[in-house]
């Protein structure tokens, strides 16, 4: 996987960049960054899969000047598309990358050509209660002067079903970025940031997003209920709803092939 940057009015955005074909953008959610969508780039190596860090997260800028919010990341699409790509794309996204695409497919829809929502956030059933959580000031205080290690182990492990897949290696890839000061001060930001308005003051035009979609939702999902996949259903009579319960928040990375799957059928039925 090739690591990539640009620079978007003014800041710079980090992304991972692998196989060739059709382009397909990937967005995470917040405590995750490009890493969470390797295991589905792997198994997509005949699409032109772009994975971004989100600024704020990963390698992006960490800028605390704007806010990272869901209205602010999806100018950032836009633009991130019309610089680097000037064509319809493949959209995948998880968590609050799921909400930025149900804003981006209402405000430019003529820049997408599907979608895949996986366990996204939706409407105005979130924040949920650990992001809430960091908006109090003790908290904040403990985030900003140490991340728990043991804290950030038990929220990663409770947002899996199959908890064999919280290793060593895919814990470091959660921690990095609260190593420093800037990750933690950035990754507060966001917390702050979020705003359940961006999403509803375009729930009453989801319907007339009519592009193929997908929505996956992993029943063991302990963060996200599923009256927000069940209500975008009745939104999108359209969509086609994938449910497994032998996944939770983090189905990324624990079923890649149901994602990467669900993708491709979409595709070829669209096709045919």
């Given at each position: 996987?090739?690591?990539n940057?640009?620079?978007?009015?003014?800041?710079?955005?980090?992304?991972?960049?692998?196989?060739?074909?059709?382009?397909?953008?990937?967005i995470?959610?917040?405590?995750?960054?490009?890493?969470?969508?390797?295991?589905?780039?792997?198994?997509?190596?005949?699409?032109?899969?772009?994975?971004?860090?989100?600024?704020?997260?990963?390698?992006?800028?960490?800028?605390?000047?704007?806010?990272?919010s869901?209205?602010?990341?999806?100018?950032?699409?836009s633009?991130?598309?019309?610089t680097v790509?000037?064509?319809?794309?493949?959209?995948?996204?998880?968590?609050?990358?799921?909400?930025?695409?149900?804003?981006?497919?209402v405000?430019?829809?003529e820049?997408?050509?599907?979608?895949?929502l996986?366990?996204?956030?939706?409407?105005?059933?979130?924040?949920?209660q650990?992001?809430?959580?960091?908006r109090t000031?003790?908290?904040?205080?403990?985030?900003?002067?140490?991340?728990?290690?043991?804290?950030?182990?038990?929220?990663?492990?409770?947002?899996?079903?199959?908890?064999?897949?919280?290793?060593?290696?895919l814990l470091?890839?959660?921690?990095?970025?609260?190593?420093?000061?800037?990750?933690?001060?950035a990754?507060?930001?966001?917390?702050?940031?979020l705003?359940?308005?961006?999403l509803?003051?375009?729930?009453?035009?989801?319907p007339?997003v009519?592009?193929?979609?997908?929505?996956i939702?992993?029943?063991a999902?302990?963060?996200?209920?599923?009256?927000?996949?069940?209500?975008?259903?009745?939104?999108w009579?359209?969509?086609k709803?994938v449910?497994?319960?032998?996944?939770?928040?983090?189905?990324?990375?624990?079923?890649?092939?149901?994602?990467?799957n669900?993708?491709?059928?979409m595709?070829?039925?669209?096709h045919?």
């Amino acid at each position: 996987m090739e690591h990539n940057e640009i620079n978007l009015s003014g800041r710079k955005i980090h992304y991972i960049q692998s196989g060739s074909g059709p382009m397909v953008i990937m967005i995470h959610g917040i405590t995750t960054n490009s890493f969470i969508w390797e295991n589905v780039i792997r198994l997509l190596s005949d699409f032109s899969c772009i994975a971004l860090d989100l600024p704020g997260c990963g390698q992006s800028d960490k800028s605390l000047n704007e806010p990272y919010s869901i209205r602010n990341h999806t100018e950032m699409l836009s633009e991130f598309i019309r610089t680097v790509i000037n064509e319809p794309v493949h959209l995948i996204g998880h968590d609050i990358g799921g909400g930025i695409c149900q804003r981006f497919s209402v405000l430019y829809q003529e820049q997408v050509k599907s979608q895949v929502l996986v366990n996204p956030v939706g409407f105005d059933y979130w924040p949920v209660q650990p992001i809430e959580s960091l908006r109090t000031p003790i908290i904040r205080q403990l985030i900003l002067s140490v991340m728990d290690i043991g804290m950030l182990t038990f929220i990663i492990r409770r947002g899996f079903y199959n908890k064999e897949y919280v290793d060593d290696a895919l814990l470091e890839k959660f921690r990095m970025p609260f190593d420093t000061l800037e990750g933690r001060k950035a990754f507060l930001h966001f917390a702050r940031s979020l705003d359940n308005h961006d999403l509803m003051e375009i729930a009453d035009r989801l319907p007339e997003v009519q592009i193929p979609t997908v929505l996956i939702r992993g029943d063991a999902d302990v963060y996200l209920g599923e009256n927000i996949i069940e209500k975008l259903a009745e939104c999108w009579p359209h969509a086609k709803l994938v449910r497994t319960p032998d996944a939770g928040h983090f189905l990324l990375w624990e079923s890649p092939e149901l994602v990467a799957n669900s993708f491709r059928e979409m595709i070829i039925n669209d096709h045919e």
